[in-house]
């Protein structure tokens, strides 16, 4: 089964969604297509299995990532901690990384609800004692992981040389620090004739 993932990794980086067959893969891994075949059924199942190796060795130090940033009391550091990861994430095979984002279909992507739920919940209950003047919290989780997500994963592609600079960090954070601490709306005085 290894040998199909790495030979499957390997054709999907060189050659893209379009040069990803099973025949190739199995010809690849010098493994005959019937023996594939019993692994998994198509070519969608093992980008399924490519992406949860994927996140799974993503995001593998976040539960001690997590009972960390519980105990800070500083939304500076929380969010340094949450963009780093999501840098290394990045890092991590950004090639194929970059190919489950924009090459596949979306009938191949797979995400798991469940997970996406607990890291919403999670990344709430980290927030919630920072967020000044957020009118909905759950929309500012969304628009927060997708901004943050957004910018990495565009560094990523146009600038990778940027992954490494600490700068691109501490300019997220800046940006999603402002969003989670606005001030105080301002009170509309009344238009008096």
Same mark, same amino acid.
């Given at each position: 089964?290894?040998?199909?993932?790495?030979?499957?990794?390997?054709?999907?980086?060189?050659?893209?969604? @379009?040069?990803?067959?099973?025949?190739?893969?199995?010809?690849?891994?010098?493994?005959?297509?019937?023996?594939?075949?019993?692994?998994?059924?198509?070519?969608?199942?093992?980008?399924? @299995?490519?992406?949860?190796?994927?996140?799974?060795?993503?995001?593998?130090?976040? =539960?001690?990532?997590?009972?960390?940033?519980?105990?800070?009391?500083?939304?500076?550091?929380?969010?340094?901690?949450?963009?780093?990861?999501?840098?290394? @994430?990045?890092?991590?095979?950004?090639?194929?990384?970059?190919?489950?984002a924009e090459e596949l279909p979306?009938?191949?992507?797979?995400?798991? =609800?469940?997970?996406?739920?607990?890291?919403?919940?999670?990344?709430?209950?980290?927030?919630?004692?920072?967020?000044?003047?957020?009118?909905?919290?759950?929309?500012?989780?969304?628009?927060?992981?997708?901004?943050?997500?957004?910018?990495?994963?565009?560094?990523?592609?146009?600038?990778?040389?940027?992954?490494?600079? =600490?700068?691109?960090?501490? @300019?997220?954070?800046?940006?999603?620090?402002?969003?989670?601490?606005?001030?105080? =709306?301002?009170?509309?005085?009344?238009?008096?004739?």
């Amino acid at each position: 089964m290894d040998a199909i993932l790495e030979a499957a990794t390997y054709i999907l980086v060189k050659d893209g969604w @379009e040069g990803f067959t099973t025949n190739r893969i199995a010809e690849r891994a010098g493994v005959n297509i019937a023996s594939l075949y019993q692994y998994f059924p198509n070519k969608e199942s093992i980008v399924v @299995e490519l992406q949860r190796r994927h996140v799974d060795q993503a995001h593998r130090d976040i =539960p001690g990532a997590v009972a960390t940033l519980r105990a800070n009391r500083n939304l500076h550091d929380v969010l340094s901690a949450l963009m780093h990861a999501s840098v290394a @994430e990045h890092r991590t095979a950004p090639a194929l990384h970059r190919i489950f984002a924009e090459e596949l279909p979306r009938s191949a992507r797979h995400i798991d =609800p469940t997970r996406e739920t607990r890291v919403r919940e999670q990344l709430k209950e980290l927030v919630r004692p920072f967020a000044r003047n957020v009118p909905d919290l759950d929309l500012a989780i969304f628009i927060l992981r997708a901004a943050g997500h957004a910018i990495v994963h565009e560094a990523a592609n146009e600038r990778p040389e940027w992954l490494a600079r =600490p700068d691109l960090v501490e @300019e997220i954070v800046l940006l999603l620090e402002r969003y989670l601490r606005r001030p105080a =709306p301002r009170r509309r005085r009344k238009d008096h004739r």
